[in-house]
């Protein structure tokens, strides 16, 4: 019944795609071939909160991404239109009661995304049968499961999710194995883990992989949400004007389109900034697709942004204010605002911690460094992590930082942890 | 069609509930659903566990945004929740301070109906009033601007300009002026509805102190605004008693603090006159709570309320309910008289309140028969 409902509105669908596939390729976009299928909300919120999947393995995070996501929408606060993913052929996922206007708009912004994946070179290394790769995974976890006990295999998935952010953000192309690698401060604490620790059972390695192989996956998505989203506007916007749209739509179209790509007062929307950004290459007469090919957020906004191009935009610098325990403008100055963002673009936002001497002390102790760019880690959470990293490594682990300008080691060893200046 | 993701999204909730206890760091704040109010609008956290990672702290960290404002100004919380609108794309990232939600009263009310799993109310009685509601079905030249309707007040202006020739196809610019604004209406339309009243008793004597009062405050708040939920048309009546009973305004019924004896029977037999005298016809879906430390002065008064619950107050009643605090001085006989007598009365429900955690369970007793 249920796939019947699909089966039919897809056809009657497929011709506004066809036409939609046809202007986009006219338009200089080449993306992958793709597919679309019609969800309700509640399908939709289930393929949002596990990442764009239609099978992932079980945990409660993505329970908890679905709660959020249904109370959003409950209240009114959010709304998801289309979900996208990197993939060959690429998936598109779209809201079955979108309006045909927005419906339109969304294929649009579907068929940018899908060029975006297929061109962009930060994607070129991405596996493209992740939809498979995810199910497998799933399955082995389940088995896992099975087998030692789903509260067993479940603590250890929190555990090595709590590791997941220490790859190489910057790689390309993922490590395959320690001799990728070159001398010996490592970046993929992960890889790392998954060789050197001793005493890991054969499962536990396995899910540090999973973890790690879908923490690769996502990276250059986490790391082109500006450009990407900006890219996708920028071309539904201009295919819609160009061929798509017809006389009647245009006022449903143009006060969507204002929608999505408000500026949301003392926050960054991505969509805004990206499709300005665009708008403002292509006047300077810079070629768009090679943007498109080559850069990431980091780059894109190191780049192309300027001083006239921040000031149009009314951009400025916010700051937590302790005394009055609010948000508030602190500078407006272009230099500092692209400072600002290009620290949070870089590295996809992580920190940057090597491991530095698997056998600290000649006892066989993992001592990490952060790498210190004027931003202080969360000291709280550092020792929850250091005391997870010591169960996977079962020796005492070290991380050198620093904590309001006092370089510091923080250890842990079982249940003691410690805290001393350096 | 169940979901997929519904079996994490229980695990989590088992989580959060402390149903499964994990080692993790959690910021959910219990308790919150039956505290926080103020005015129209209640705010409620999300619940949300945090993985630990190494990554920065977000307080000590500066942002970029886009708007006005000098420097100084503060961004108000509002700004800083997640935009209304997007494209949602795999591997979303949500803002770090999108963590409360504000809901209006109404809202909250269904949520504690989901929360507690509680029944929608089957109301008695054939004959069904009409009330007046609004329906959103019209549209007028005036309003507020919340409802405005934006298209048609686009198509008008834009008829003006090619009408009076305004209109430039080169320079396409629609600006609409007094006359062309357009607002949705509504439309009264009559519907049934039944009609309900609350009958509250408080015991107020010397044994019933402030945390009792609390708790008894706590409870008919939120069984009060569940039947408002449900009814839309509800009156509410308070009586306190001591030795003897009356009738008394909502605020006094709360503050009151009377000393000396108690005999429960008092505030039955007011109970049953103002039924009687107010809400007797086939319409009235009439509802009973009764709050006590189950101190009562002698047995032979607890013969006396048996009697009048049996003959008078039961038959007339969707739901008697019975709610024994627990005092300073312990807890007191009454309510195990009452389950001695009345077990077998279906909708006669008694629940011991320890404390305030307990709340909840008993607003789950008392409402989860669906009368």
């Known amino acids: 019944m249920k796939s019947a409902k699909i089966a039919r509105e897809k056809n009657e669908m497929t011709p506004l795609v066809q036409e939609i596939e046809g202007c986009a390729r006219r338009a200089g976009l080449d993306p992958f071939h793709t597919l679309f299928q019609l969800c309700d909300y509640r399908e939709m919120n289930e393929i949002a909160a596990f990442g764009g999947f239609p099978i992932r393995y079980s945990h409660w995070r993505f329970g908890m991404e679905f709660d959020i996501l249904l109370k959003g929408q409950t209240y009114g606060l959010q709304r998801i239109y289309e979900i996208v993913i990197n993939h060959d052929p690429c998936y598109a996922y779209l809201l079955e009661c979108n309006n045909p206007v927005i419906q339109k708009t969304v294929i649009c912004h579907v068929f940018a995304h899908s060029d975006f994946f297929k061109q962009n070179r930060f994607f070129a290394h991405t596996r493209r049968d992740m939809i498979d790769r995810m199910a497998a995974n799933a399955a082995k976890i389940r088995r896992f499961s099975d087998h030692y006990g789903t509260e067993v295999v479940e603590e250890f998935l929190d555990l090595s999710l709590s590791l997941e952010n220490l790859i190489d953000y910057q790689a390309v192309i993922p490590p395959r194995n320690a001799r990728d690698i070159e001398g010996k401060r490592t970046r993929d604490l992960m890889l790392f883990l998954i060789e050197q620790a001793q005493d890991l059972e054969e499962w536990q390695r396995t899910l540090l992989e999973i973890v790690r192989e879908e923490a690769y996956y996502f990276a250059p998505q986490v790391q082109t949400k500006i450009i990407n989203e900006g890219w996708a506007s920028f071309w539904h916007s201009q295919l819609m004007n160009q061929f798509v749209l017809t006389d009647r739509e245009v006022i449903d179209y143009a006060s969507q389109h204002s929608l999505a790509v408000a500026a949301t007062p003392g926050q960054l929307n991505p969509y805004k900034l990206g499709i300005e950004l665009f708008r403002d290459i292509e006047k300077r007469g810079i070629d768009l697709f090679e943007v498109r090919a080559n850069c990431n957020d980091a780059a894109f906004i190191d780049s192309f942004l300027t001083e006239e191009f921040c000031r149009e935009q009314k951009m400025f610098v916010y700051e937590f204010n302790r005394r009055s325990g609010g948000y508030e403008i602190v500078d407006r100055n272009w230099l500092l605002v692209k400072e600002t963002l290009l620290n949070q673009l870089t590295n996809a936002g992580q920190p940057f911690i090597y491991v530095q001497d698997d056998n600290f002390e000649g006892r066989g102790e993992l001592l990490l460094v952060h790498d210190h760019h004027g931003l202080d880690l969360k000291l709280s959470d550092c020792h929850a992590t250091l005391q997870n990293l010591y169960r996977v490594w079962k020796k005492p682990v070290h991380l050198m930082t620093v904590i309001a300008n006092q370089p510091k080691m923080l250890s842990c060893s079982g249940n003691s942890k410690s805290e001393v200046a350096i | ?371």
């Not at chain 2, 942002?63 to 795999?90: D, F, I, T, Y």
């Not at chain 2, 196809?169 to 604004?181: G, R």
């Not at chain 2, 603090?257 to 005999?263: A, D, N």
């Open chain 2, 1 to 371: 069609m169940a979901l997929r993701i519904e079996k994490e999204w229980r695990r989590f909730v088992q989580i959060i509930k402390g149903r499964v206890k994990r080692n993790l760091k959690s910021f959910i704040t219990k308790g919150e659903l039956l505290g926080k109010r103020g005015g129209e609008v209640i705010s409620i956290p999300l619940s949300r566990l945090e993985i630990p990672r190494f990554h920065f702290d977000l307080n000590a960290q500066r942002g970029v945004g886009q708007g006005q404002g000098k420097l100084g100004a503060p961004l108000s919380r509002q700004e800083g929740e997640e935009s209304g609108h997007g494209h949602g794309e795999a591997g979303n990232m949500s803002s770090p301070h999108a963590l409360d939600v504000d809901v209006t009263l109404e809202e909250m009310i269904k949520m504690l109906g989901e929360e507690l799993e509680l029944p929608n109310i089957e109301p008695r009685g054939q004959r069904h009033v009409l009330t007046e509601i609004n329906r959103f079905s019209s549209v007028k030249r005036t309003g507020p601007q919340g409802l405005l309707h934006f298209k048609r007040t686009y198509k008008k202006a834009l008829q003006r300009e090619l009408m009076s020739g305004t209109y430039r196809a080169d320079h396409p610019s629609i600006v609409p002026i007094k006359e062309d604004f357009h607002y949705r209406s509504w439309k009264v339309v009559e519907k049934p509805t039944s009609k309900a009243a609350i009958i509250y008793m408080m015991d107020v004597s010397g044994s019933m102190g402030d945390e009792q009062k609390e708790i008894v405050r706590i409870t008919s708040f939120w069984i009060d605004s569940w039947l408002r939920y449900q009814y839309g048309d509800l009156e509410c009546r308070y009586i306190i008693h001591d030795a003897s009973a009356k009738e008394v305004e909502q605020d006094t019924f709360y503050h009151t603090k009377e000393s000396g004896g108690t005999l429960i029977s008092s505030a039955y037999k007011m109970g049953c006159e103002i039924t009687q005298r107010d809400y007797s016809g086939d319409d009235w879906n009439v509802y009973f709570f009764h709050f006590s430390d189950g101190d009562n002065w002698s047995g032979e008064d607890t013969k006396q309320c048996i009697e009048l619950l049996r003959n008078r107050l039961l038959p007339s009643a969707n739901l008697f309910c019975y709610g024994q605090v627990e005092s300073r001085y312990g807890s007191g006989q009454f309510l195990k008289d009452l389950n001695e007598y009345l077990t077998h009365s279906a909708n006669l429900i008694m629940v011991h309140i320890e404390n305030k955690d307990a709340i909840y369970a008993a607003i789950k007793s008392f409402l989860g028969k669906g009368k």
